[in-house]
């Protein structure tokens, strides 16, 4: 099976820096991924990592240990508009055939703060 | 282009009747997802299909639940008999194939309320 844990929540001030850690157990990976959802709204994608290692997307970056089973989201230069729930996800094969199921964690919520 | 459509955005119902939901994934994308969002549960797959083909259904949570894709345009779900405990949001996400088969683009979602 597979698990994944993500503290519940995180608060911040604008401009601050957020990390939000993952870690998971999964039987089979492919990568990890990480969508942000904001109350109401549907999920979006942020960011995915196959590899060991940085990927930056703007004031977005995430990373990857494969052997520590750990990734993390790095949030910098806080705004605003940041405030939302933000999801690590475990691509994996699927028993019945290898495919691009995602299981989710339970989410981060982050709060910025004036 | 136009994203994922979902219909309906909201619907409530009473228990023991029957609730269609219904998806149109984007043009070109081969992976349809449906997912459930609860606050107990959080978001957790339901079935995938992959160029028409149901793949994994194995998070389907009972009989009642069932799940069609006649074409590449359109999928249903279906749940009959309703129950209180399937109040949930509801989520349908598409994704296409190539070297970004891992983005997943989600549905504005229906929220269903069975009372």
């Known amino acids: 099976g597979q698990s994944l844990e993500q503290p519940s929540e995180v608060t911040a001030v604008e401009g601050a820096i957020v990390q939000i850690n993952c870690t998971y157990q999964?039987?089979?990976?492919?990568?990890l991924s990480w969508y942000q959802q904001h109350d109401g709204g549907a999920p979006t994608f942020l960011s995915y990592?196959?590899?060991?290692g940085l990927e930056e997307t703007g004031r977005f970056s995430s990373f990857l240990s494969r052997s520590d089973s750990y990734g993390y989201l790095l949030l910098q230069e806080l705004q605003m508009k940041d405030s939302a729930s933000y999801f690590c996800?475990?691509?994996?094969?699927?028993?019945?055939?290898?495919?691009?199921?995602?299981?989710f964690g339970g989410g981060t919520r982050v709060l910025v703060k004036p | 282009d136009a994203g994922v459509i979902q219909s309906p955005r909201h619907e409530v119902t009473e228990m023991g009747q029957e609730v269609t939901l219904r998806c149109k994934p984007i043009?070109?994308?081969?992976?349809l997802f449906w997912y459930r969002q609860t606050m107990m549960r959080g978001l957790e797959l339901l079935i995938y299909?992959?160029?028409?083909?149901?793949?994994?259904d194995s998070g389907m949570p009972e009989d009642r639940f069932s799940a069609k894709m006649p074409n590449a345009s359109f999928s249903t779900l279906k749940i009959q008999p309703s129950e209180p405990r399937d109040s949930a949001v509801y989520f349908c996400?598409?994704?296409?194939?190539?070297?970004?088969?891992?983005?997943?683009?989600f549905g504005p979602g229906t929220r269903l309320t069975v009372t």
């Open positions: 996400a598409s994704s296409r194939p190539g070297d970004r088969d891992y983005e997943q683009y």
């Open positions: 299909f992959n160029n028409n083909v149901p793949i994994d």
């Open positions: 996800a475990v691509r994996s094969p699927t028993f019945k055939a290898a495919g691009n199921k995602l299981t």
């Open positions: 990592n196959a590899l060991d």
């Open positions: 043009s070109g994308h081969d992976y």
């Open positions: 999964t039987s089979g990976f492919y990568g």
